[in-house]
């Protein structure tokens, strides 16, 4: 089972990037995939999360209406595009895939299946 998280790097204010999360090892389809995010000093936030089974996206609140996630399953891989980017989006960004649903991923009690490594995001000011 591989998560591969790809896209990082350092932008300016107002930027974009997109990050790429490549899957293998396992049924993608039956899995929801997202992207957690951890800042120095920080707790761990759910940022957003696409789930094939039940045709759902989740988004932080912290985040609507400048990142948009999406799926090609034809690659098994996901998507973040991430526009307007601000300083407080500064973190390492991790990939992580939930069977089924967006449950654990968007902060709810439930397990997260499997993790890929982290990928640093910096917007300077």
């Known amino acids: 089972v591989q998560l591969q998280a790809s896209g990082g790097g350092l932008v300016q204010a107002g930027g974009s990037l997109r990050l790429s999360c490549a899957a293998s090892g396992f049924a993608f389809n039956d899995y929801a995939i997202g992207w957690f995010r951890q800042a120095p000093g920080k707790e761990r936030e759910g940022v957003s999360c696409i789930s094939n089974a039940q045709g759902t996206t989740y988004y932080a609140d912290s985040v609507k209406g400048r990142f948009t996630i999406s799926s090609d399953n034809a690659k098994n891989t996901v998507y973040l595009q991430m526009n307007s980017l601000k300083p407080e989006d500064t973190a390492v960004y991790y990939c992580?895939?939930?069977?089924?649903?967006?449950?654990?991923?968007?902060?709810?009690?439930?397990?997260?299946?499997?993790w890929g490594k982290g990928t640093q995001v910096t917007v300077s000011s």
């Open positions: 992580a895939a939930e069977l089924f649903a967006c449950w654990g991923l968007q902060g709810l009690d439930y397990e997260i299946n499997y």
